[in-house]
């Protein structure tokens, strides 16, 4: 089992930058594979971007394919997400989440999800 925190949210403006970080507890980290999510209010989870347990998948979500980049740290227990040129359509709870099972796109296929932390961008 694997417990999950995100951190580095907060309010940035348009064209901005923010990286939020997810600490893993657990020995085996890299076993598992990553996602980032995000759910705006009134709208549905969506995925963002995942990365496979050694760190050599990824995939991204068309929307922030090119802004966002997600990378992971086996040896510090973490996974990252890099987002540039923030957009206001960017505004949500951003969830990070694990998964035992081979690099997943769909919500479902992660059993392990943090808290999640709040991504504003104003225009």
């Known amino acids: 089992q694997v417990q999950l925190v995100e951190s580095g949210g907060g309010l940035v403006q348009a064209g901005g930058s923010l990286r939020l970080s997810c600490a893993a507890s657990?020995?085996?980290?890299?076993?598992?594979?990553m996602g980032w999510f995000r759910q705006a209010p009134g709208k549905a989870r969506e995925l963002v971007a995942t990365?496979?347990?050694?760190?050599?998948?990824?995939y991204y979500a068309d929307s922030v394919k090119g802004r966002f980049t997600i990378s992971r740290d086996n040896a510090k227990n973490a996974a990252y997400l890099q987002m540039n040129s923030l957009k206001p359509e960017d505004t949500a709870v951003y969830y990070c989440?694990?998964?035992?099972?081979?690099?997943?796109?769909?919500?479902?296929?992660?059993?392990?999800w943090g808290q999640g932390t709040q991504v504003t961008v104003s225009s």
């Open positions: 989440a694990a998964t035992r099972l081979m690099i997943t796109r769909v919500a479902s296929g992660y059993p392990y």
């Open positions: 657990g020995r085996t980290f890299g076993d598992y594979a």
């Open positions: 990365i496979s347990g050694s760190g050599g998948t990824t």
